[in-house]
């Protein structure tokens, strides 16, 4: 998430480069595709973090081949920031980081919605439950969550 905000935060601080990155964006998809800063007061920007960027993956990758070593205009802390667009790993974590957010940012848009009310609270949570428990097999770092005495086996129990 660190590296994901970093690479978003630089493109949202340098004018120029973000610009760039649009027309790689238009070139490339026929559209803009906007990236999202994580807010730790609003819920939800972690995943359009994360979808953000790899909704931008090929344009991001293709201003990197180009402006990455480049001097003009590209200063060094930039170059550092963007970094982890030229490494495999990082997208690999980023896909990883948005199957285990997706649910997560469903069941938050599901519980803003007009349509939403108190009944539909406790469901809500036991599907959200499932979806996590069975990703636990995918990726065993959410089985911290899911330990007895774990933050959202502790959450589910007061709720039922």
Wanted: aromatic share 12%; charged share 25%.
């Amino acid at each position: 998430m660190d590296k994901a905000q970093g690479v978003a935060k630089a493109f949202k601080n340098a004018t120029l480069q973000y610009s760039r990155l649009r027309e790689f964006q238009m070139e490339i998809y026929g559209e803009h595709h906007a990236l999202v800063l994580s807010v730790i007061t609003r819920w939800g920007t972690q995943y359009r973090l994360v979808n953000g960027l790899l909704r931008s993956k090929e344009a991001l990758k293709a201003y990197a081949l180009r402006y990455h070593e480049a001097k003009d205009g590209v200063s060094a802390k930039f170059r550092k920031a963007i970094a982890p667009v030229t490494d495999y790993v990082f997208w690999g974590e980023l896909e990883e980081l948005a199957e285990i957010l997706q649910p997560l940012d469903e069941a938050i848009k599901t519980s803003e919605s007009q349509k939403g009310h108190l009944g539909h609270v406790l469901q809500r949570w036991q599907d959200l439950y499932r979806a996590l428990d069975q990703t636990t097999t995918q990726f065993p770092i959410l089985k911290e969550l899911f330990k007895e005495n774990g933050a959202l086996k502790e959450q589910y129990f007061i709720l039922t």
